[in-house]
T-cell receptor, first 111, second 117 residues
Framework: QKEVEQNSGPLSVPEGAIASLNCTYS??????FFWYRQYSGKSPELIMS????GDKEDGRFTAQLNKASQYVSLLIRDSQPSDSATYLC???????????FGKGTHLIIQP | GAGVSQTPSNKVTEKGKYVELRCDPI?????LYWYRQSLGQGPEFLIY????????DSGLPNDRFFAVRPEGSVSTLKIQRTERGDSAVYLC???????????????FGPGTRLTVL
């Protein structure tokens, strides 16, 4: 059974610091990985996608993938109060497969 | 352009009733997905369509749940004999056609909050 594990938090980070969010997955055939941000009462919004081992940077966000360790992470630099949300990690077998989500990590950026 | 839309935004029903939830995907997106999200949980995959056919319905919890996409665009999720445990937010997502093993991004609609009394 495919599983994606995340620490539910809350993870509290001071404004301006780096927030580090982690995720592990069980299915070795997973090919694609996604980080979604979800504000309370809203639907998930894509932040980053990553398919290859290593780092991928987009503005203040960096996704990291290590397929050997089955580990995905998201770093948020210069954290802002508006980054406070639940961050969902998702894995896909590839193609048009449905996503397997973790429970999400609740991130709080303290002003 | 317009994103994924879902109607109704909220649905309150009584135990044992039948409900239909509608999803209108992003124009041109051939893949459509239904997920269910309970409080404090991540979205749980239910079913996905490629065009008009259900390519994977392995996530449907039981035979009370059924979904259709007759013309390859709008989809309806149907729940018969609703139970209190069906209460959740039902999310729809769509993505463009996949041409490789790399998964295309799924874009989510605002969801329908279903409450079964």
């Amino acid at each position: 059974q495919k599983e994606v594990e995340q620490n539910s938090g809350p993870l509290s980070v001071p404004e301006g610091a780096i927030a580090s969010l982690n995720c592990t997955y069980s299915d070795r055939v997973s090919q694609s990985f996604f980080w979604y941000r979800q504000y309370s009462g809203k639907s998930p919004e894509l932040i980053m996608s990553i398919y290859s081992n290593g780092d991928k940077e987009d503005g203040r966000f960096t996704a990291q993938l290590n397929k050997a360790s089955q580990y995905v992470s998201l770093l948020i630099r210069d954290s802002q109060p508006s980054d406070s949300a639940t961050y969902l990690c998702a894995a896909s077998g590839g193609g048009a497969d449905g996503l397997t989500f973790g429970k999400g990590t609740h991130l709080i950026i303290q002003p | 352009g317009a994103g994924v839309s879902q109607t109704p935004s909220n649905k309150v029903t009584e135990k044992g009733k039948y409900v239909e939830l509608r999803c209108d995907p992003i124009s041109g997106h051939t893949a459509l997905y239904w997920y269910r999200q309970s409080l404090g949980q991540g979205p749980e995959f239910l079913i996905y369509f490629q065009g008009t056919g259900a390519a994977d319905d392995s996530g449907l919890p039981n035979d009370r749940f059924f979904a259709v996409r007759p013309e390859g665009s709008v989809s309806t999720l149907k729940i018969q004999r609703t139970e209190r445990g069906d209460s959740a937010v039902y999310l729809c997502a769509s993505s463009s056609k996949t041409v490789s093993l790399i998964a295309n991004t799924q874009y989510f609609g605002p969801g329908t909050r279903l409450t079964v009394l």
